[in-house]
């Protein structure tokens, strides 16, 4: 074998190593949000009940659902137009552990002098299947609208 034939094949060879390397680390970095999480899928209108059972209109607002909070209380609204959907592990997320992410706007109002959130925790009050459904009528509440955007034609 020809040294420009060995050159060719080791070069061959690393191009072979470098494709499989980077591609699984690309994969793999593919939907790595959901990846090893799923739950079954819910019911809406169970979820809607659940919703109710659960007092969560005494903080937050929903289309359709009458927010039933006081002058004093939050009135975090939930659902509508948004340019990205809130994935189904992020609303599993803020039911479960409320803490975890809170949003910027409302982080002085939400929170205790230790930086908790105030939202209670129904992890031992709801089922896993009341959990289920519940993010499955948050989901259906969300409505993505694509963001506007102008173009001015350069000159």
Not at 50 to 55: G, I, K, Q, S, V
Not at 136 to 152: C, D, G, N, R
Request: hydrophobic share 35%.
């Amino acid at each position: 074998m020809s040294v420009k034939s060995k050159m060719l094949c080791r070069s061959a060879h690393y191009l072979l190593l470098f494709i499989v390397l980077f591609g699984n680390l690309f994969l793999s970095s593919c939907d790595g949000q959901a990846r090893g999480f799923a739950l079954p899928e819910g019911d809406i209108e169970a979820g809607k009940m659940t919703y109710r059972m659960l007092a969560c209109s005494s903080c937050h607002s929903i289309s359709e659902i009458e927010w039933t909070g006081g002058s004093d209380s939050l009135n975090i609204p939930l659902g509508g137009e948004v340019i990205t959907k809130k994935s189904y592990g992020d609303l599993v997320t803020s039911v479960i552990n409320p803490s975890h992410k809170i949003a910027g706007g409302y982080k002085q109002q939400v929170t205790t002098e230790g930086g908790l959130s105030k939202m209670k925790n129904y992890n031992e009050v709801m089922t896993v299947q009341e959990l289920i459904d519940l993010v499955a009528f948050l989901q259906s509440e969300y409505k993505i609208t694509p963001p506007t955007t102008e173009y001015y034609p350069y000159y």
